[in-house]
């Protein structure tokens, strides 16, 4: 079974600042996704990474992709109010059609 | 174009009784999938459709849960006799490439 962790469970802080979230696991996935999920809604895609090493940037949010393929990143620069949601990453298998979502990064940016 | 749409939004059901979940995928995906979260928590998945092909069952957690999809449209989420560890939303996606799944709003079942 291929497990995903995520880090930190909860993060409560200050508009302006900047923040990491982190997404490990000891099994290599084909990609990795990240969603952000609001109260009462969905998941909804934030970005795919496929390539170990990639980098993908989203305005103020920046994904990286371990080199291994095992780990990935969200960074979050000058936070605001709107970036609050669950966070969720989820690693897909060599077909592309499975994903093993991790327990999620509870976010809340204050004003 | 419409997203992925479930219903009904929320459902309180007593212990014991059957309920029947429904999702309506996005017109032309042909991929389907039911998961369930928590609160609080990630996803969990729970079964798998692709087109014809026979479903992947291997999240379900018991044989009171099954699920069912008609061609490429429509699927149910049955669970007989439930349990208050059942209390949970239960999501439905659809994808129509890899690695692209599109949620809908989920459902919240809660069991008394």
């Known amino acids: 079974t291929q497990l995903l962790e995520q880090s930190p469970q909860f993060l409560s802080i200050q508009e302006g600042e900047n923040l990491t979230v982190y997404c490990n696991s000891s099994s290599v996935f084909s990609s990795l996704q990240w969603y952000r999920q609001e109260p009462g809604e969905g998941p909804v895609l934030l970005v795919t990474?496929?390539?170990?090493?990639e980098v993908k940037k989203l305005k103020r949010l920046t994904f990286q992709f371990g080199d291994a393929r095992k780990d990935s990143s969200l960074h979050i620069t000058a936070a605001q109010p709107g970036d609050t949601g669950l966070y969720l990453c989820?690693?897909?298998?060599?077909?592309?059609?499975?994903?093993?979502f991790g327990g999620g990064t509870r976010l809340m940016v204050k004003p | 174009g419409a997203g992925v749409s479930q219903s009904p939004s929320n459902k309180v059901t007593e212990k014991g009784k059957d309920v029947e979940l429904r999702c309506d995928p996005i017109?032309?995906?042909?991929?389907l999938y039911w998961y369930r979260q928590r609160l609080g928590q990630g996803l969990e998945f729970l079964i798998y459709f692709q087109g014809n092909s026979a479903p992947d069952k291997s999240g379900l957690p018991s044989d009171r849960f099954s699920a069912e999809r008609t061609g490429e449209s429509v699927s149910t989420l049955t669970i007989q006799r439930t349990q208050q560890e059942d209390s949970a939303v239960y999501l439905c996606a659809s994808s129509l490439r890899r690695y692209e799944q599109y949620f809908g709003p989920g459902t919240r079942l809660t069991v008394t």
């Open positions: 017109s032309g995906h042909t991929a």
């Open positions: 989820a690693g897909s298998n060599n077909a592309g059609n499975m994903l093993t």
């Open positions: 990474v496929v390539t170990g090493g």
